[in-house]
């Protein structure tokens, strides 16, 4: 048994989560948000950092002092009904819904996008997915090690030829800024803010957590005061990666718009980035690279999709799922990586409070004495505005009118709820029915409707 850990034990669990996080999807946001953010880059920077590194640092932490066994079991603090449903919801959202399409469709963009006519993009991108899924689908059903030993010389690779791109940026910038999109022409942090939540890393952080604490554990720390001290080190380790990767890549994005262009996803801005500076050759060895991250995380997603929801439904076996899961991100890939990002917002705008809040009362749990009721209530609220910001969303991305039944709610919650207009009008009610019911729960009732002490 360990006491502590070394620094160098710190430093290697931080990597191992710094490469669970960083899929190459995450590399097309910041491009994408440095792009339309130009000269108001700097505060969009700082609201994406928040929501694409700050929030899966407390998830992470969150797990950690929470105790829990899973999401499930922490999420079953508010009911165990629930529990399934936002703990499912979360896992196809990171899965087969948005995150496991995106990376075929990422890898396509940035790989084999470049090197294909517009003529032959839909027929090249459902070839191409199809292969990509294909290998997903062999490797997540057949488990070697094969997965493991390219993810370990991946993640030094992604992090060496991104360095050498973006210190190139640095010393040899393709431009200057220009003037911000219309989103970032005004409320540039608020926008970063909500952008941040297409890295979907503080949904995955509620998942990934555990396999954090267990890393820990196997080195032989067994105190929860020392295992929640190593899970901060360790995730400061990781945050300071991805924050720094971010960064660099937004501010290649905000250079980048006057020598090669605008466009509607961050995959061509890193291809077109690559062949600027390297030519032909950095434009393939970025493909290459991207390409194998993008399986290697689609193996790791759908592995843990069908590992879920086959305890869930234990009839039904684990390569069932592997296969749906997989056939399902294979056609929803094909609607195109724009698309995809477009219909995954109105979800994440739904699903973000919730977990946002139930990081928050995992913190500050103690100090209500684990009430049930403060779960309940602070959930319920939270789902009360947040089901409406994602139909609001949704609506907005079609381009459709508001329902008839949904708009007197938007109307009414843009006049009573603060700040909700920048996305954040679940803040004010969820703190005063917390504060409210804490109270409840701490000195009115004490120990009523308390969790048990087993499952806290």
Known sequence: MKEKLSFS??????????????????LIFPASLGQNAGTNLWPAIIGFLITGTGLPFLGILAMGFSGSRNLQDLASRVHPVYAVIFTSLLYLTIGPFFATPRTGAVAYDIGIAPFVSDDFAKTGLFIFTLVFFCITVWLSLNPTKIVDRVGKILSPGIIILLAVLLITVIVKPMGSFEAPQEAYSSGAFMKGFTEGYNTMDALASLVFGIIVINAIRGLGVTS????????????????????????????????????IGLFDTGGPVLSNASSYYFGTFGAIMLAAIIILACLTTSIGLITACGEYFNTLFPKISYKVFVLFFSLLSFTIANFGLANIINYSIPVLMFLYPLAIVLMLLTFMSPLFKHSRLVYVSTIAVTFLISIVDGLKTLCDSLKIPYFEWLSPIIDFYKDNLPMYAEGLGWLIPVLVVLIGTGIIGRVIFPGQDDIEASEV
Do not use: C, D, R
């Open 9 to 26: 034990s710190y430093f290697v669990i931080g990597v191992m989560l710094f490469a669970l996080f960083f899929g190459a999807g995450n």
């Open 224 to 259: 929860k005061k020392e295992i929640l001290s190593a899970t901060i080190k360790s995730g400061t380790v990781a945050t300071i990666f991805l924050g720094i990767i971010y960064v660099g890549i937004a501010y290649l994005g905000a250079t980048s718009t006057g020598k």
